[in-house]
């Protein structure tokens, strides 16, 4: 029942049941009245001399009556007043009570706790708004605490990659400027190696910047039509010379019709490509006397392109390979403090092709290598009917 509707029903029971009880008590008096009046009447009619002594004890007895009436609707507007308003001082005061305690756990920091109450009147609705906002405040102290979480870490592994790089850069160069590498060969193989770890270096920055971009949602696509054989051919020529200067063979094969576009951010998908081969350098294992090797195909599917990137890395074991595309998730945390990784390359890449509407997945056999698939939607002209 409604707050308003309690406060109306307490003030009509205040005023209606002692006139209900008045009027019957009335009721009741006059018929007294009635009958003693008919009581006199016969006795008069028998010829008895006792009017004055009769008049006497019926003044005697209304007053009586009168009084005993008095107090009986007196007392009976009390109770009715005292039961109405502890009705609806209880219908008002428990929920209160509950909600004062719930504010002061709220102001105290203490979220762990449950707001429960039952009815349909105002004050159960603010409860259950109450409950509602600790349930969200909750939840949002608890994505607080995650992300927190989440920016510590990266920054430590982000300070981890750029430390290294950073030192080997610095090596090499003390090198040159100490004259170690005294022979082209040696100067080549310096210069090789500060050139790849400067690039190392600008990808954790563009990477660290790009997340930033992720978790505000202001990544700045532009789409437009790409043809599929032009861009990833491209793609892979200058994947190739990055492998090259590695030591990694590149392999690359397109069988899509030289016609098929999709409608796609160039910029983005060749970050996407980046990514996925940089994750593969990062964990190839060359300890088996292999060269690496790294395998790029281009296949249509039907409505969509599908690009593949296999490598002949160590491989992910099968446990780990539903959460790799997990913001921060590692496989192996001894592997990526030596190997480094930001663990969020993955993620970037799922990211961006959802948003392009397509998905991104993988397989893996460990020792074997491990296989990257994504998809882009085809453009297909809507035909215009004349």
């Given at each position: 029942m409604?707050?308003?509707?309690r406060?109306?029903?307490?003030?009509?029971?205040?005023i209606?049941?002692?006139?209900?009880?008045?009027?019957?008590?009335?009721y009741g008096f006059?018929?007294?009245?009635?009958?003693?009046?008919?009581?006199?009447?016969t006795?008069?009619?028998?010829?008895?001399?006792?009017?004055?002594?009769?008049?006497d004890g019926?003044?005697?007895?209304?007053?009586?009556?009168?009084?005993d009436?008095f107090?009986?609707?007196l007392?009976?507007?009390?109770?009715t007043?005292?039961?109405?308003?502890?009705?609806?001082?209880?219908?008002?005061?428990?929920p209160?009570?509950?909600?004062?305690?719930?504010t002061?756990?709220?102001?105290?920091?203490?979220?762990?706790f449950?707001?429960s109450?039952?009815?349909?009147?105002?004050?159960s609705?603010?409860?259950r708004?109450?409950?509602?906002?600790?349930?969200?405040?909750?939840?949002?102290?608890?994505?607080?605490?995650?992300?927190?979480k989440?920016?510590?870490?990266l920054i430590?592994?982000?300070?981890?990659?750029?430390?290294?790089?950073?030192?080997?850069?610095k090596?090499?160069?003390?090198g040159i400027?100490?004259?170690v590498a005294?022979?082209?060969?040696?100067m080549d193989?310096?210069?090789?190696?500060?050139?790849?770890?400067?690039?190392?270096?600008?990808?954790?920055?563009n990477e660290?910047?790009?997340?930033?971009k992720?978790?505000?949602n202001?990544?700045?696509?532009?789409f437009?039509?790409?043809n599929v054989?032009?861009?990833f051919s491209?793609c892979?020529?200058?994947?190739?010379l990055?492998?090259?200067t590695?030591?990694?063979?590149?392999?690359?094969?397109?069988?899509?019709?030289s016609?098929v576009?999709?409608?796609a951010?160039?910029?983005q998908?060749r970050?996407?490509?980046?990514?996925?081969?940089?994750?593969?350098?990062?964990y190839m294992d060359k300890a088996?006397g292999m060269?690496?090797i790294?395998?790029?195909r281009?296949k249509?599917?039907?409505?969509?392109?599908q690009?593949e990137?296999e490598?002949?890395?160590?491989?992910?074991?099968?446990?780990d390979?539903?959460?790799?595309?997990?913001r921060f998730?590692?496989t192996?945390?001894?592997?990526?403090?030596a190997k480094g990784g930001?663990?969020?390359?993955?993620?970037?890449v799922?990211?961006?092709?959802e948003?392009h509407?397509?998905?991104?997945w993988?397989?893996?056999?460990?020792d074997?290598?491990?296989i990257?698939?994504?998809?882009l939607?085809k453009y297909?002209?809507?035909?215009v009917n004349e």
């Amino acid at each position: 029942m409604k707050l308003k509707q309690r406060i109306i029903l307490g003030f009509l029971m205040i005023i209606l049941v002692p006139m209900l009880l008045l009027a019957a008590a009335l009721y009741g008096f006059s018929e007294a009245q009635h009958r003693n009046s008919a009581r006199n009447d016969t006795i008069q009619e028998a010829g008895y001399d006792i009017t004055i002594g009769e008049t006497d004890g019926s003044d005697l007895g209304v007053r009586i009556m009168t009084k005993d009436l008095f107090f009986t609707a007196l007392i009976i507007l009390i109770f009715t007043s005292v039961s109405v308003g502890l009705w609806i001082y209880r219908s008002v005061a428990a929920p209160l009570v509950k909600l004062r305690k719930a504010t002061q756990n709220i102001k105290d920091g203490n979220l762990d706790f449950v707001l429960s109450v039952e009815g349909t009147d105002e004050f159960s609705e603010l409860c259950r708004d109450f409950e509602e906002m600790r349930r969200r405040l909750k939840e949002s102290a608890e994505e607080k605490i995650v992300l927190d979480k989440e920016n510590k870490e990266l920054i430590s592994n982000i300070s981890h990659d750029l430390k290294t790089p950073i030192t080997a850069v610095k090596g090499y160069v003390e090198g040159i400027m100490d004259g170690v590498a005294d022979t082209p060969e040696k100067m080549d193989r310096y210069v090789r190696t500060i050139y790849n770890k400067t690039v190392e270096m600008d990808h954790l920055i563009n990477e660290l910047t790009f997340y930033s971009k992720i978790d505000t949602n202001r990544i700045p696509y532009t789409f437009s039509k790409l043809n599929v054989e032009d861009y990833f051919s491209d793609c892979a020529e200058e994947v190739g010379l990055e492998l090259e200067t590695r030591g990694i063979q590149l392999c690359y094969a397109n069988y899509v019709d030289s016609d098929v576009q999709v409608i796609a951010d160039g910029e983005q998908i060749r970050r996407v490509i980046h990514n996925i081969i940089s994750n593969a350098i990062k964990y190839m294992d060359k300890a088996k006397g292999m060269k690496g090797i790294i395998q790029i195909r281009v296949k249509d599917v039907g409505d969509f392109v599908q690009v593949e990137i296999e490598d002949n890395g160590k491989g992910i074991a099968a446990k780990d390979l539903p959460y790799i595309f997990d913001r921060f998730y590692r496989t192996d945390v001894s592997r990526n403090s030596a190997k480094g990784g930001s663990g969020i390359g993955l993620s970037i890449v799922r990211k961006i092709l959802e948003d392009h509407g397509g998905k991104v997945w993988a397989t893996s056999r460990e020792d074997i290598g491990t296989i990257m698939y994504f998809v882009l939607r085809k453009y297909q002209e809507v035909p215009v009917n004349e």
